[in-house]
């Protein structure tokens, strides 16, 4: 059973154009959401991640936009460039348990010159 | 800060034969360390959950025998795969809970062929 389930699988954007990646969840008891970037052959580095007391957050050319009441949280890449292509994953947790994330399938983002 | 050092990125061993993967937090204490294996293309699939001192904890349909995990100490978490056999072959990445704004750091994973 897939706890988070991710869209797109794979997305290809033109450079300076925004990259949107979606992820939902079902259980409401998560309250982390880290969006990890990795390179092939490289562990998952953190990206960005918030938690659900807020809608927004943005680092850089990086948002997340989260809607608790749809169970919906999204990546936006804005500005897109080349050094951005890569596999994105979505997680969530629950922060007090220390329990382990729980990752979407991964979307393979590929930005054109 | 709060980096997980593993190694080796890369190993190729004959089957039958056992590989030892180690994972180091390097400037922080990691009392929890999570075993991942990633197939090609695919997501992180949790196989253990490792804290120090005790005995791992093995995700559903993960062979205990198989893939020996020792956390000796805060700092060392070691994921062993015994007896190797081709389908073993993957992507293993490990995980630290590094305490900071509730953050994981990722190890930068071993690529394990076994032929």
């Known amino acids: 059973q897939q706890q988070v389930k991710q869209s797109p699988q794979s997305l290809i954007v033109q450079k300076g154009g925004i990259s949107i990646i979606n992820c939902a969840y079902e259980n409401t008891a998560f309250d982390y959401f880290p969006w990890y970037q990795q390179f092939p052959g490289k562990g998952p580095a953190l990206l960005i991640a918030?938690?659900?007391?807020?809608s927004e957050k943005k680092e850089g050319r990086f948002t997340i936009s989260f809607n608790k009441s749809a169970k919906q949280f999204s990546l936006h890449i804005m500005d897109s460039q080349p050094g951005d292509s890569a596999t994105y994953f979505c997680a969530a947790s629950i922060r007090h348990t220390g329990n382990q994330f729980y990752f979407g399938t991964g979307t393979s983002l590929t930005v054109i010159p | 800060g709060a980096v997980v050092s593993q190694h080796p990125s890369r190993v190729i061993c004959k089957s039958g034969t056992s590989v030892k993967i180690e994972c180091r937090s390097l400037d922080f204490q990691a009392t929890t360390m999570f075993w991942y294996r990633q197939f090609p293309k695919q997501s992180l699939m949790l196989m253990a959950t490792?804290?120090?001192?005790?005995?791992?904890?093995?995700e559903q349909g993960v062979e205990k025998d198989k893939f020996l995990i020792n956390h000796a100490s805060l700092t060392l978490s070691t994921l062993t795969v015994t007896s190797a056999h081709p389908e073993d072959s993957s992507f293993y990445i490990c995980s630290a809970r590094t305490g900071r704004e509730y953050g994981y750091t990722f190890g930068s994973g071993t690529r394990l062929t076994v032929v």
């Open positions: 918030i938690r659900p007391d807020v």
């Open positions: 490792s804290n120090e001192g005790s005995k791992a904890t093995y």
